[in-house]
């Protein structure tokens, strides 16, 4: 309550060009959903992605669902989108000019909730061999942060472009000063309105597994998990697999991107560009590797435990690996990709798929 006298700024009548909206206390909304949609579609039309001898192309937006707003309240403006994006992608390595290779980009999270860096891209082909997975991997390495880019550049624009006339001038106030004043403000401002507690609950939070050592569990639905048992042998001895699996060198070697391994008890790893990360639980030296293991983009808080167990043999090694808690809808591909990502690529940047005599290195 204003002292008697002095009153209430918020609702005396200031002089305004416009005599609406004074000191832009009140809400108001601009649907800036049309005009984005417009724009991610002109920013992934034949947008290049060329690095020494790899040429792909983001060709077009295949889909392209959500909303945007931009508010302004009490002179703040409160920018509100939320995207999700699947993008047609081809690529041809220059060498063959002849053969073009066709995949999808998927963006689930595009929302201003989630900096840039933490916007999700999965990166899929539409025929797997050899060179196709070479395409698929420089667009995981090289093509995601390029796209992030796009991504960053429709969000600069959305912020320009509704910012104009949200923030109205006071009397005697330079127009052009003011709403940029207003807009930097606005960039910093925390989100006033929350989505809906559903949404929240679903997109955010999931119960740990039981490997988390985090004593604070956030609360969420249920976790539906799957458990995973491959085996696989190497030409080599345990000691040098073992090593393959827990040295940053040969880490960094075999996933082609560098990689932190700290590999002591409680030491992290990251890998395949933060995509693979977790911690070690358990280290004994040519015998086995405990893991607290998770992709990116599983529900916050969830780890998965891997053990992977070494068998020496008198002219190999078996590998035996124990996933449990994989994620019911990440569990299809989670052979392939051990298999795939870790035991081909090990095999063939070490030379252990080969016979290779024990205790010759």
């Known amino acids: 309550m204003a002292k008697w006298g002095e009153g209430d700024p918020r609702w005396i009548v200031e002089e305004r060009p416009d005599a609406t909206n004074v000191n832009n206390w009140h809400w108001t909304e601009k649907n800036a959903t049309p005009w984005s ?25 295949d889909e392209c669902t959500g909303e945007a707003t931009v508010n302004n309240r009490k002179g703040k403006l409160i920018f509100f989108y939320d995207w999700e994006l699947v993008l047609k992608w081809s690529g041809r390595l220059l060498n063959n000019s002849k053969v073009s290779h066709n995949g999808k980009l998927t963006i689930p999270n595009l929302s201003e909730e989630n900096n840039l860096e933490d916007v999700e891209i999965t990166v899929t082909i539409d025929e797997s061999n050899n060179e196709s997975e070479t395409l698929k991997q420089f667009m995981y390495n090289v093509g995601r942060e390029q796209i992030r880019k ?26 052009s000063d003011s709403t940029a004043v207003e807009a ?18 679903t997109a955010g939070a999931a119960i740990s597994s039981s490997n988390n050592n985090t004593t604070s569990r956030p609360v969420g639905c249920k976790l539906d998990v799957r458990s995973l048992t491959m085996t696989e042998e190497f030409h080599c001895n345990a000691n040098d697999l073992y090593n393959a699996l827990t040295k940053a060198e040969m880490v960094t070697a075999f996933t082609r991107a560098p990689a932190k391994v700290d590999a002591v008890r409680g030491g992290e790893f990251v890998l395949y560009g933060g995509n693979v990360h977790g911690k070690f639980e358990e280290l004994v030296p040519e015998k086995k590797i405990q893991q607290s293991w998770r992709l990116k983009n599983w529900a916050s808080g969830h780890y998965s435990n891997v053990i992977i167990e070494l068998e020496e043999t008198s002219s190999t090694t078996k590998l035996t690996l124990n996933q449990t808690g994989i994620p019911a809808s990440e569990y299809t591909g989670m052979k392939s990709n051990w298999y795939r990502y870790y035991w081909v690529s090990i095999k063939q940047t070490f030379g252990f798929g080969a016979s290779w005599p024990l205790g010759q290195s």
Do not use: H, M
Not at 39 to 51: C, E, G, W
Not at 151 to 172: A, H, Q, R, T
């Open 37 to 61: 949609k417009e724009r991610l579609t002109q920013l992934f039309i034949d947008f290049k992605i060329v690095q020494s001898d790899i040429e792909c192309v983001v060709k077009s937006v």
């Open 150 to 175: 796009q991504l960053g550049v429709y969000i600069k624009e959305l912020k320009e472009e509704y910012s104009k006339n949200l923030i109205l001038p006071k009397k005697d106030a330079n127009s």
């Open 184 to 201: 930097k403000d606005a960039n910093n401002a925390k989100i006033a309105v929350q989505k809906p507690a559903s949404q929240v609950a």
